[in-house]
């Protein structure tokens, strides 16, 4: 199902409520309810600018959402074996919550859970540490070479019907949640290859969908008996064959009817990222709060932001309410993406000419500006 296709299946089941629609230049002189930004927390080093950033660049184009990879570059406490080396302290964590706090900006913390779990030849940390929990051991990440490979290793995963995993998962979700005071916390959960493998005892003759569903329900779960809400990627509920968008940002390994399995108070960030396709209005109609994500297009970037605006306008009441906006998502670290973001603002390029990701961001922050 191509964009068109998605498009006018929208269109037509909105079509059915002509009297709760605004017009388009109404709908576009209002700010989405998520004007958000996900990217890599900082390195204490560079606590200074990204603070600093936020102040100069993030508020004056009306961000109110942050949600900052955190996963293993914080002090934890209940697992110290899992910091990163020089990780952000308990008092870093509380300069940036003091920071969005006083502009109203939404912070939440990410660890990516399930999938992501190494990264090319290494281990990260939780597998690194706890290898019992790995999903599929006999794949060695020392033998990775560059996608594709004969493993089909992109990142490993570990086994969510592994008896213990959730007891540290857990600990170190609820600590980093305490650290920066959220009412809400992202799983990551995208692009996840490995599950329900052969070879695991636990989950080889386990439906896919069903455990995919079962962990993000568990993880919802955890989270709602303190109040905060499960966000998640969107890629793994969605059908990559149907819809032909293949099997990143989509699955190809029979995820995709979790979707009807999970809590529909799950905020799903559904990112696309070469085409603005337009799965949102799927999300939508299925229930869930939904905000489209971009990276390095401009002009892609720009038609989600469009679309997010058009659906609100042309639906009824409740899909539109769903429709919560728009999320830049930022994939290079903290430290070198600002580098660049001030080096090109400043008139300099970057040597590499990598500046896309960069003018993506100057484009969203000027259209939010309107």
Same mark, same amino acid.
């Given at each position: 199902?191509?964009?068109?296709?998605? @498009?006018?299946?929208?269109v037509s089941l909105f079509m059915l409520f002509p009297s709760c629609r605004q017009t388009a230049k109404e709908a576009a002189a209002e700010p989405?309810?998520?004007?958000? %930004?996900?990217?890599?927390?900082?390195?204490?080093?560079?606590?200074?600018? @990204?603070?600093?950033?936020?102040?100069?660049?993030?508020?004056?184009?009306? @961000?109110?959402l942050l949600i900052l990879r955190v996963d293993w570059n914080y002090a934890y406490e209940s697992h110290p074996e899992l910091r990163d080396p020089n990780p952000l302290s308990r008092e870093d964590v509380g300069r940036i919550v003091a920071l969005c706090r006083k502009h109203d900006i939404r912070l939440v913390p990410q660890i990516n859970l399930l999938g992501h779990q190494s990264w090319a030849t290494q281990n990260l940390a939780l597998l690194r540490e706890y290898p019992q929990f790995d999903e599929n051991p006999s794949v060695k990440t020392e033998n990775y070479t560059p996608w594709p490979n004969p493993y089909r290793l992109y990142c490993k995963s570990y086994c969510p019907l592994h008896p213990e995993v959730h007891d540290v998962v857990f600990a170190v979700v609820d600590e980093v949640c305490d650290a920066f005071e959220s009412d809400a916390f992202h799983a990551g959960m995208d692009e996840v290859f490995y599950l329900g493998e052969e070879e695991c005892p636990r989950c080889h003759d386990h439906d896919k969908a069903e455990l995919f569903a079962g962990e993000v329900t568990r993880i919802h779960d955890h989270l709602a008996e303190k109040g905060r809400q499960l966000m998640i990627w969107g890629d793994r509920l969605i059908d990559g064959r149907t819809t032909g968008i293949g099997e990143w940002e989509a699955s190809f390994n029979d995820t995709w009817p979790a979707i009807d399995m999970i809590p529909k108070d799950v905020f799903i960030c559904d990112w696309h990222y070469?085409?603005?396709? %337009?799965?949102?209005?799927?999300?939508? %109609?299925?229930g869930f709060e939904v905000a489209t994500c971009g990276y390095r297009n401009p002009e892609v970037c720009l038609q989600q932001i469009r679309d997010q605006r058009q659906f609100r306008a042309q639906s009824a009441p409740e899909p539109a309410a769903r429709f919560q906006g728009y999320i830049h998502t930022i994939w290079s670290g903290n430290d070198h993406f600002l580098k660049r973001y001030y080096e090109l603002k400043g008139g300099k390029s970057d040597p590499s000419g990598r500046t896309d990701d960069v003018r993506a961001l100057l484009t969203v922050m000027d259209e939010f500006k309107k």
């Open positions: 199902m191509n964009r068109l296709s998605l @498009f006018l299946l929208a989405l309810p998520v004007r958000g %930004l996900a990217i890599e927390a900082p390195k204490p080093d560079g606590l200074d600018r @990204f603070l600093n950033f936020i102040e100069e660049e993030l508020v004056p184009a009306h @961000f109110n070469e085409r603005a396709d %337009l799965t949102a209005a799927y999300f939508a %109609l299925k």
